[in-house]
């Protein structure tokens, strides 16, 4: 970026490119239509000294006024600060354009056709309004951004009077532009729908017909080398391409959006109360990790209940507030019975998550990867390296200012908790641009980690004892409000109410969280009585639950319900539980029943969705360390089989005998997460053997012999062989009678992809990653003829009916038609926006269709 610099009172002089390390000074930026290519002044002038006569240097004049009376010494024009003779300086322009929008301190339009000084007849001067409306910067594509891009922008009329700015005239210019006033106030433009970004441009025109498409780059937040001279079609179809890789990438990296873990957890807890959390702001040790660039990590710990979840909460909504625009704002919640969100991996896939989604231009160092492995890439055994590497590329990525990055719950970390928090000290001391809030329970393994980053802050719940007690306290009044008013309460008592919550809360919310929520299952009679029964401390209020369970008619019942629900390892729902538990047996169609036998274990348990949790971890805590011996009295190892024998039984009752080798496959789908995958498949399978095989007796027969992965299978016409192409370059022939590996077919110098038999199974065609169709003799594997002409990946081939024509589809997004005997190319077919990825003649070969790579295209 090139700026020009105010000297002194009057001139300017323009400065040199500042590279990108570099420090950009405070600038404003200049947002116009241009005027006749002669009148604008253009970069030569400029460094020229020439064009002060030309009109257009009135606009420079005024941009360099404005920016003085703001304080700027540095401004920005599209006419004279881009060296257009400098094609690689152009094009980097035309994709950093929005960037210097969003940057620029203050952003000026000038509407050279509207008019403050115009009178009427009467000499009085005329509403500027209607013109403003109807002005020429409305029109034009490249404004579009200019408008959205900044966050201060102030438009001026011809006379450099001031008419107001995007806030004030937001009406007006959501009814002119019909862009949405959200995306005016500054929401992430990521928020919006593909169409509708797209409609914003719809009515607006640029001199060149592919800037109509170049001039949404930064809209999208994607970056492609302007080409012209291909029209604005062929322009189109590049940023929808890459949009549609972008979209890929984000889908795939997907695991959870924190944004609605948030929203879930505090709908769950009952609601988020600003009272209650707004002490942080004040904190000293909150402010100097807020204020001080040298302290980077601020860790809030805590005892269970003390409301540190809640108090995330409450930053984040705070922080969003505050923070400045350009500054990127992530989170995520660990949830250790939620095993999506239970590990160190899927924190740093939900922080990207969020990164990208506020920045879908970081998606860039992500696709260095994904465009190689796919979704494997934040799967398979080297995911947390490859996450680590990537979030390590983001966070240093020039276009950031600050980033601030929050975990909840480290201690609900399960899995790879440690790698998290090396990663996090080792970013901390390293990334001078990100902030971390983390926050977890008073552990010995979090503190002896910690120990190692350089300047952190400690904050402590117990040390903060006042300002935690003053939030209890405050959130006791409003749920006794609450109740009071709901029960009709006496003032007397309500008072006596809230006075022993507040002397017994103990500066624990959860405490006073469930005290609360019995209370409001209480009749209001003998309400004070009955609430003295809960102890303080949240440990004696647990125990006190577990006496009630024991000294209840259905103890036994309650106290195996609670085994189970403790020991297995996600969160089962009511339908599960009747299978677990003997005396719940049968109930599967009466859930409302089960539902109620669940409730008997009081307030440990709750049920949403169907789905049984515990009423916060610290309870599930409590069973397994000092309710133990009450709920596991012969050791949890009988539970455990209890869980076992039932599903056994389970299965033996509901599924069919003798499936050794059925039962091996759905636990290896299970493992790859799978399931959904193999219904299909076995969906299909029925369908394909119902009315021609007695299913009894099917047989099953393992073709073995490839070692590596199989691409693609397909039957002989007659059913009597099978072909299989494989990853290992060759393709079998089996003998689908016995299983007998009868040809094994070399001759690719790559994987197999596709493999089919023509109608009378005479030849087999073959589709290789090495851009070559061949057409074999399916009797003698002789190679008859290699097909050429791909300049990418064959990734399916199929044989009309009559077997005279043969289709092949590509990652080169093309579909070509052989003649199946000759070999010649009878058609190229394009179209396509991605990969070809199927094809398939119709029935009676009059017809083709093809499957691509993206999304919903055929
Ligand atoms: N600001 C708040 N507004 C409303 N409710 C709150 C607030 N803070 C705490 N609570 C109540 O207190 C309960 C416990 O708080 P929270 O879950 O945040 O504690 P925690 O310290 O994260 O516990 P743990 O470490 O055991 O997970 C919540 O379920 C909620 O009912």
Same mark, same amino acid.
């Given at each position: 970026m090139r700026l020009l610099q105010c000297n002194g009172t009057s001139g300017y002089h323009l400065t040199e490119l500042f590279t990108s390390d570099e420090p950009i000074p405070s600038y404003a930026i200049l947002s116009h239509t241009w005027g006749a290519e002669l009148d604008e002044v253009t970069f030569d002038d400029l460094t020229n000294g020439t064009g002060t006569d030309k009109p257009g240097y009135e606009k420079i004049r005024f941009c360099a006024e404005q920016a003085r009376q703001d304080g700027l010494d540095y401004f920005w024009i599209d006419t004279c600060c881009i #060296?257009? %003779? #400098?094609k690689a300086e152009l094009s980097q322009t035309i994709n950093s354009m929005f960037r210097w929008y969003r940057n620029a301190a203050r952003c000026y339009v000038y509407l050279s056709d509207v008019s403050t000084a115009k009178r009427d007849m009467n000499g009085d001067t005329c509403e500027w309004e209607p013109t403003f409306r109807s002005s020429r910067w409305f029109t034009r594509g490249w404004t579009l951004q200019e408008l959205l891009a900044p966050s201060s922008v102030e438009f001026f009329s011809q006379q450099h009077k001031r008419l107001g700015d995007k806030c004030s005239l937001r009406q007006q210019i959501h009814e002119i532009t019909a862009i949405p006033e959200a995306a005016l106030q500054g929401e992430p433009l990521s928020q919006f729908s593909v169409n509708d970004r797209l409609s914003w441009i719809e009515y607006r025109e640029t001199k060149l017909e592919e800037d109509k498409v170049y001039s949404l780059l930064g809209i999208f937040d994607v970056f492609i080398p302007p080409i012209y001279n291909v029209g604005v079609g062929r322009a189109f179809q590049r940023l929808l391409d890459e949009i549609g890789k972008l979209e890929k990438c984000t889908q795939d990296l997907h695991i959870t959006d924190p944004r609605r873990d948030k929203a879930r957890i505090e709908k769950t807890k009952g609601g988020l109360l600003e009272d209650s959390y707004y002490w942080i702001l004040e904190n000293p040790d909150f402010q100097r990790w807020r204020d001080n660039s040298q302290s980077r990590l601020l860790w809030i710990k805590g005892d269970p209940g003390k409301g540190k979840t809640m108090l995330l909460c409450g930053i984040i909504n705070e922080l969003s507030k505050s923070i400045a625009k350009t500054a990127l704002l992530s989170y995520f919640f660990c949830q250790a019975t939620d095993s999506r969100i239970n590990n160190a991996t899927a924190v740093l896939r939900g922080l990207i998550y969020l990164l990208v989604n506020q920045q879908p231009s970081l998606v860039s160092h992500i696709r260095k990867k994904h465009d190689q492995t796919g979704k494997a890439l934040f799967e398979d055994a080297n995911a947390w390296v490859a996450l680590s590497e990537i979030f390590t590329d983001i966070v240093q990525d020039p276009s950031l200012k600050s980033i601030y990055l929050i975990i909840d719950a480290l201690d609900e970390c399960v899995i790879d908790l440690k790698k998290l928090l090396d990663f996090i000290v080792q970013t901390s001391s390293t990334a001078s641009r990100v902030k971390w809030i983390i926050s977890s329970r008073n552990l010995p393994d979090v503190e002896e980690r910690l120990e190692r980053a350089g300047d952190k802050v400690r904050l402590s719940l117990e040390l903060n004892a006042d300002s935690v007690s003053a939030a209890v306290r405050s959130y006791i009044r409003h749920r006794v409000s609450q109740t009071a008013q709901d029960k009709k309460y006496s003032d007397q008592t309500k008072h006596t109410v809230l006075d022993y919550l507040y002397t017994n809360a103990n500066n624990t919310f959860l405490w006073a969280a469930l005290v609360c929520q019995n209370m409001d299952k209480m009749s209001r009679f003998n309400i004070v009585t009955k609430l003295k029964a809960f102890p303080p401390g949240l440990n004696s209020l647990y125990k006190r639950m577990i006496q009630r369970i024991n000294d209840s008619d259905d103890a036994d019942l309650c106290r195996r319900i609670l085994a189970i629900v403790t020991i297995v390892y996600r969160p089962i729902t009511l339908q599960e539980l009747t299978s677990l538990v003997e005396e719940l047996n049968g109930m599967a169609e009466d859930l409302d029943l089960v539902r109620e036998v669940v409730n008997l274990c009081g307030s440990l348990l709750t049920i949403r969705d169907g789905i049984v949790y515990f009423v916060h971890q610290s309870a599930k805590d409590f069973l397994l360390t000092e309710a133990f011996h009450v709920i596991f009295p012969s050791g949890s190892e009988t539970v455990h089989y209890t869980v076992f024998f039932r599903s056994l039984l389970t299965m033996s009752n509901t599924l069919q005998r003798d499936m050794k080798k059925f039962l091996y496959w759905l636990e290896a789908l299970s493992l790859c997460k799978s399931i959904p995958q193999g219904v299909i498949a076995i969906t299909r399978l029925e369908t394909a053997v119902e009315g021609r095989i007695d299913t009894q007796t099917l047989a099953m027969l393992t073709l073995e012999g490839h070692g590596v992965y199989v691409y693609s299978v397909a039957f002989s016409h007659d059913s009597a062989w099978l072909v299989s192409g494989s990853w290992d370059r060759t393709f079998k022939i089996w003998d689908t009678s016995n299983g007998e590996c009868l040809q094994t077919l070399e001759g690719h @110098? %790559?994987?197999?992809n596709s493999v089919a038999f023509s109608h009378d199974s005479a030849w087999l065609a073959s589709g290789s990653y090495d851009c070559t169709v061949k057409i074999w003799d399916a009797s003698s594997g002789e190679c008859l003829q290699t097909l050429e002409g791909y300049s990418d990946s064959v990734n399916s081939v199929a044989f009309s009916h009559d077997s005279a024509r043969l289709a092949s589809g590509s990652y080169d997004r093309t579909v070509k038609i052989w003649d %199946? /005997? /000759? @070999?010649?190319?009878?058609q190229t077919l394009e179209g396509h926006s991605d990969s070809v990825n199927s094809v398939a003649f119709s029935h009676d070969s009059a017809r083709l269709a093809s499957g691509c790579n993206k999304f919903n295209e055929s």
């Amino acid at each position: 970026m090139r700026l020009l610099q105010c000297n002194g009172t009057s001139g300017y002089h323009l400065t040199e490119l500042f590279t990108s390390d570099e420090p950009i000074p405070s600038y404003a930026i200049l947002s116009h239509t241009w005027g006749a290519e002669l009148d604008e002044v253009t970069f030569d002038d400029l460094t020229n000294g020439t064009g002060t006569d030309k009109p257009g240097y009135e606009k420079i004049r005024f941009c360099a006024e404005q920016a003085r009376q703001d304080g700027l010494d540095y401004f920005w024009i599209d006419t004279c600060c881009i #060296n257009g %003779a #400098n094609k690689a300086e152009l094009s980097q322009t035309i994709n950093s354009m929005f960037r210097w929008y969003r940057n620029a301190a203050r952003c000026y339009v000038y509407l050279s056709d509207v008019s403050t000084a115009k009178r009427d007849m009467n000499g009085d001067t005329c509403e500027w309004e209607p013109t403003f409306r109807s002005s020429r910067w409305f029109t034009r594509g490249w404004t579009l951004q200019e408008l959205l891009a900044p966050s201060s922008v102030e438009f001026f009329s011809q006379q450099h009077k001031r008419l107001g700015d995007k806030c004030s005239l937001r009406q007006q210019i959501h009814e002119i532009t019909a862009i949405p006033e959200a995306a005016l106030q500054g929401e992430p433009l990521s928020q919006f729908s593909v169409n509708d970004r797209l409609s914003w441009i719809e009515y607006r025109e640029t001199k060149l017909e592919e800037d109509k498409v170049y001039s949404l780059l930064g809209i999208f937040d994607v970056f492609i080398p302007p080409i012209y001279n291909v029209g604005v079609g062929r322009a189109f179809q590049r940023l929808l391409d890459e949009i549609g890789k972008l979209e890929k990438c984000t889908q795939d990296l997907h695991i959870t959006d924190p944004r609605r873990d948030k929203a879930r957890i505090e709908k769950t807890k009952g609601g988020l109360l600003e009272d209650s959390y707004y002490w942080i702001l004040e904190n000293p040790d909150f402010q100097r990790w807020r204020d001080n660039s040298q302290s980077r990590l601020l860790w809030i710990k805590g005892d269970p209940g003390k409301g540190k979840t809640m108090l995330l909460c409450g930053i984040i909504n705070e922080l969003s507030k505050s923070i400045a625009k350009t500054a990127l704002l992530s989170y995520f919640f660990c949830q250790a019975t939620d095993s999506r969100i239970n590990n160190a991996t899927a924190v740093l896939r939900g922080l990207i998550y969020l990164l990208v989604n506020q920045q879908p231009s970081l998606v860039s160092h992500i696709r260095k990867k994904h465009d190689q492995t796919g979704k494997a890439l934040f799967e398979d055994a080297n995911a947390w390296v490859a996450l680590s590497e990537i979030f390590t590329d983001i966070v240093q990525d020039p276009s950031l200012k600050s980033i601030y990055l929050i975990i909840d719950a480290l201690d609900e970390c399960v899995i790879d908790l440690k790698k998290l928090l090396d990663f996090i000290v080792q970013t901390s001391s390293t990334a001078s641009r990100v902030k971390w809030i983390i926050s977890s329970r008073n552990l010995p393994d979090v503190e002896e980690r910690l120990e190692r980053a350089g300047d952190k802050v400690r904050l402590s719940l117990e040390l903060n004892a006042d300002s935690v007690s003053a939030a209890v306290r405050s959130y006791i009044r409003h749920r006794v409000s609450q109740t009071a008013q709901d029960k009709k309460y006496s003032d007397q008592t309500k008072h006596t109410v809230l006075d022993y919550l507040y002397t017994n809360a103990n500066n624990t919310f959860l405490w006073a969280a469930l005290v609360c929520q019995n209370m409001d299952k209480m009749s209001r009679f003998n309400i004070v009585t009955k609430l003295k029964a809960f102890p303080p401390g949240l440990n004696s209020l647990y125990k006190r639950m577990i006496q009630r369970i024991n000294d209840s008619d259905d103890a036994d019942l309650c106290r195996r319900i609670l085994a189970i629900v403790t020991i297995v390892y996600r969160p089962i729902t009511l339908q599960e539980l009747t299978s677990l538990v003997e005396e719940l047996n049968g109930m599967a169609e009466d859930l409302d029943l089960v539902r109620e036998v669940v409730n008997l274990c009081g307030s440990l348990l709750t049920i949403r969705d169907g789905i049984v949790y515990f009423v916060h971890q610290s309870a599930k805590d409590f069973l397994l360390t000092e309710a133990f011996h009450v709920i596991f009295p012969s050791g949890s190892e009988t539970v455990h089989y209890t869980v076992f024998f039932r599903s056994l039984l389970t299965m033996s009752n509901t599924l069919q005998r003798d499936m050794k080798k059925f039962l091996y496959w759905l636990e290896a789908l299970s493992l790859c997460k799978s399931i959904p995958q193999g219904v299909i498949a076995i969906t299909r399978l029925e369908t394909a053997v119902e009315g021609r095989i007695d299913t009894q007796t099917l047989a099953m027969l393992t073709l073995e012999g490839h070692g590596v992965y199989v691409y693609s299978v397909a039957f002989s016409h007659d059913s009597a062989w099978l072909v299989s192409g494989s990853w290992d370059r060759t393709f079998k022939i089996w003998d689908t009678s016995n299983g007998e590996c009868l040809q094994t077919l070399e001759g690719h @110098g %790559a994987r197999v992809n596709s493999v089919a038999f023509s109608h009378d199974s005479a030849w087999l065609a073959s589709g290789s990653y090495d851009c070559t169709v061949k057409i074999w003799d399916a009797s003698s594997g002789e190679c008859l003829q290699t097909l050429e002409g791909y300049s990418d990946s064959v990734n399916s081939v199929a044989f009309s009916h009559d077997s005279a024509r043969l289709a092949s589809g590509s990652y080169d997004r093309t579909v070509k038609i052989w003649d %199946a /005997s /000759s @070999g010649e190319c009878l058609q190229t077919l394009e179209g396509h926006s991605d990969s070809v990825n199927s094809v398939a003649f119709s029935h009676d070969s009059a017809r083709l269709a093809s499957g691509c790579n993206k999304f919903n295209e055929s």
